[in-house]
């Protein structure tokens, strides 16, 4: 089965600082990959994917996450991260297993920025 | 583009009665609408999945007697937690994409159900 790991619960990043959300992942063919933020007590939003191509993908927001094959990793990242970023993040993965067409969500990172 | 929107944003009721919960998809059409349930500082949990004019597929674990979901257009989709009890106490979260799951899923707001 198709998986994503999220190895931080909490991610605390002082505010104009580069941030990183670590996501591994363990597919089993080609991965399709996003990111998706959820902000208090809303839905969540689409930040970027990854089906194939250049290994950094950009996304909204300022953030960029890239892909890398040999370390099954697609962290997020952002070059100056802003309080209003602070939020929780999800890292996903596409599973088309057993005639399912759905993404699997990993348990989530609290970003914190702190001021 | 792409918005969804869920009704109610948050209901109080009392343990026995039936919520209805509905997701709508505003300007786009839904071939697939997903229902969602994450508990406090917790990840979703995938609850079932529906087709436009198909029955739901639901994950394993949940009582499909107990959250009655409807695709009946596309555009709409309903949830409705039968005689609900406190445990069922939850913030509900529908998402709607078109296509496969390449494409990205797109999510309302969700609703906190409070069950006294």
């Known amino acids: 089965a198709q998986s994503v790991a999220q190895p931080e619960d909490q991610v605390n990043v002082a505010e104009g600082n580069p941030l990183t959300v670590k996501c591994t992942y363990s597919?089993?063919?080609?991965?399709?990959l996003f990111w998706y933020v959820q902000y208090p007590n809303r839905g969540l939003q689409f930040l970027l994917k990854?089906?194939?191509?250049?290994?950094l993908v950009k996304g909204s927001y300022g953030f960029e996450a890239e892909f890398n094959k040999s370390q099954t990793s697609f962290h997020l990242k952002k070059p100056s991260a802003l309080v209003s970023d602070s939020a929780l993040y999800f890292c996903?993965?596409?599973?088309?297993?057993?005639?399912?067409?759905?993404?699997?969500f990993g348990k989530g990172t609290r970003l914190h920025i702190l001021p | 583009g792409a918005v969804v929107s869920q009704h109610p944003s948050w209901v109080i009721c009392k343990s026995g009665t039936s919520v209805k919960i509905e997701c709508r998809s505003l300007d786009f059409q839904a071939t697939t609408m997903f229902w969602y349930r994450q508990f406090p500082k917790q990840s979703l949990m995938l609850m079932a999945t529906s087709n436009e004019g198909s029955k739901a597929t639901y994950e394993q674990g949940v009582e499909k007697d107990k959250f009655l979901i409807n695709h009946a257009s596309l555009t709409l989709s309903t949830l409705t937690v039968t005689s609900a009890h406190p445990e069922d106490s939850s913030f509900y979260i529908c998402s709607a994409r078109t296509g496969n799951s390449n494409q990205p899923q797109h999510f309302g707001d969700g609703t906190r159900l409070s069950i006294l």
């Open positions: 990854y089906i194939t191509g250049d290994n």
């Open positions: 597919v089993s063919g080609n991965p399709y």
């Open positions: 996903a993965v596409r599973d088309i297993g057993g005639g399912d067409d759905k993404i699997i």
